[in-house]
């Protein structure tokens, strides 16, 4: 490790000097949790916390330390602290999914960033002939649009077709998306072919839904598929992550969406496989080849304090009672509470089951919105945000033939869904402020097709 920890000149100088951290002092209160939190917008009901995340402030002040220690003197970090520190959070990260080796465990800015990865190796494959001309990539339909776009650009251009396996949603059980899972890899078996990749979604997006991972991954080494990534931005900090247990190649999931880390950082787990290894960073710097971990350690000059203050993370986690899966269970539990009331108040339905649901939930919105198309869920969302200061992204549900759809308490077809986020900063007059926002909104009879525009 020492010979590790000196690559591009780390040395074990005695002159090594940790950053200042700030003093943490026994468990979290509310108002401690406030004052964390004093930094974000007031007025604000920020229900989105899937999409960006948060950061609280004893870990901003942990990374201005960081920043503060490069700006000082940026030999002195590139060559004295900076792979100790990303060593240091790698740790706790691989201690945390319960992996063999933190060598298993790179740091990379986001979940985009490892798809990336994956699917130029793939590429790769295509290109050097190693795979067949139409072999394919089997995923859910809703998986993210950034790994969609990576397939395009490194995977269908060079003979790799895809196979897109629609999730069922609203959903009430996993033996509904297994079976449909199922479909999806006999149609990438079809004529021949081989299912090079599968790429299964720990927690889904939008809609949201927490899939059963486990089980679709022991589905693909029943079946054969070659390699399996799971996408799971939303996991660290929402569901328990084993990656052991989980069984998959290849699993990345954001530190800066659930798990208090400032932006960008995530971790990408590899498994191990000998001394072979084809995976790599797609920025090449000097440390190409001397695997992903070192790889993603080096990609030139840039803002690494993100991904060095995870060790801090831990330290503010270990304050709330319960810890992190403390934090796990309230967020749930306030997520699925806050979804049921608003639920109940509009008449209409939760997007799955409770055990189906994170701090992230998906409700129906009343028919009577009138939302038709992916343009009313956008004119919706920002007419929410201009005028009732509520931030929560809407989903248009675009049912196809022969779907039957789910109906409210008007007997109107559900068309589309909020997602509400629940993070432990979130109080119940957040939720409220949507209740009474769109009940106000349909008192009024007002629709996607006549809001004003904001």
């Known amino acids: 490790?020492?010979?590790?920890?000196?690559?591009?000149?780390?040395?074990?100088?005695?002159?090594?000097?940790?950053?200042k951290k700030p003093r943490l002092v026994g468990l979290l209160s509310e108002s401690d949790i406030d004052s964390e939190f004093a930094h974000h917008q007031t007025g604000v009901a920020r229900i989105n916390n899937g999409s960006f995340g948060c950061c609280p402030g004893s870990v901003l002040e942990a990374q201005r330390e960081w920043q503060l220690r490069y700006l000082r003197q940026?030999?002195?970090?590139?060559?004295?602290?900076?792979?100790?520190?990303?060593?240091?959070?790698?740790?706790?990260?691989?201690?945390?999914?319960?992996?063999?080796?933190?060598?298993?465990?790179?740091?990379?800015?986001?979940?985009?960033?490892?798809?990336?990865i994956v699917l130029q190796k793939v590429g790769r494959c295509f290109s050097e002939g190693k795979y067949k001309k139409e072999d394919t990539v089997v995923m859910f339909h809703c998986a993210f649009q950034s790994v969609k776009?990576?397939?395009?650009?490194?995977?269908?251009?060079?003979?790799?077709?895809?196979?897109?396996?629609?999730?069922?949603?609203?959903?009430?059980?996993?033996?509904?998306?297994?079976?449909k899972f199922r479909e999806g890899l006999e149609k990438g078996?079809?004529?021949g072919r081989t299912v090079r990749l599968a790429i299964i979604d720990h927690i889904t997006s939008m809609p949201c839904v927490l899939m059963p991972v486990r089980e679709l991954v022991k589905i693909c080494r029943e079946e054969g598929v070659e390699q399996v990534f799971v996408d799971a931005a939303h996991a660290i900090g929402s569901v328990k992550v084993d990656v052991k247990e989980i069984g998959a190649d290849y699993y990345v999931s954001n530190l800066h969406k659930w798990f208090f880390c400032p932006p960008s950082i995530a971790f990408f787990y590899c498994k191990k496989r000998g001394s072979e290894s084809d995976v790599h960073h797609p920025v090449v710097s000097h440390e190409f080849g001397?695997?992903?971990?070192?790889?993603?350690?080096?990609?030139?000059?840039?803002?690494?304090?993100?991904?060095?203050?995870v060790p801090s993370v831990?330290?503010?986690?270990?304050?709330?009672?319960?810890?992190?899966?403390?934090?796990?269970?309230?967020?749930?539990?306030?997520?699925v509470r806050m979804g049921l009331m608003l639920a109940d108040a509009w008449g209409t339905n939760l997007g799955s089951p409770p055990e189906m649901c994170v701090g992230m939930v998906m409700i129906g919105l009343p028919s009577k919105l009138c939302v038709e198309s992916d343009e009313d869920a956008t004119k919706l969302r920002s007419y929410l945000r201009v005028r009732y200061a509520v931030e929560v992204p809407v989903y248009f549900l675009g049912l196809r033939d022969g779907e039957e759809g789910v109906k409210d308490k008007d007997s109107g077809l559900i068309t589309a869904y909020v997602r509400i986020s629940h993070q432990i900063y979130n109080k119940t007059e957040d939720y409220e402020r949507l209740r009474d926002a769109i009940t106000e909104l349909v008192k009024d009879q007002m629709t996607c097709q006549n809001l004003p525009s904001v």
């Open 1 to 19: 490790m020492e010979s590790d920890e000196r690559r591009n000149g780390d040395s074990m100088s005695h002159n090594h000097r940790a950053p």
């Open 314 to 335: 831990m330290e503010f986690v270990n304050r709330f009672e319960g810890g992190i899966e403390g934090i796990m269970i309230r967020n749930h539990d306030e997520a």
């Open 189 to 191: 078996r079809a004529n």
């Open 74 to 116: 940026p030999d002195d970090f590139y060559f004295n602290g900076r792979r100790r520190g990303l060593l240091a959070s790698r740790t706790v990260i691989s201690e945390l999914i319960n992996a063999d080796d933190v060598d298993e465990v790179s740091l990379v800015d986001n979940a985009t960033t490892a798809a990336a």
């Open 149 to 179: 776009k990576s397939i395009q650009a490194y995977v269908s251009r060079v003979g790799g077709s895809t196979v897109e396996v629609r999730l069922p949603f609203p959903v009430n059980s996993n033996e509904e998306i297994i079976s």
């Open 290 to 309: 001397n695997g992903l971990p070192i790889e993603s350690a080096w990609i030139g000059t840039r803002d690494y304090s993100s991904q060095l203050v």
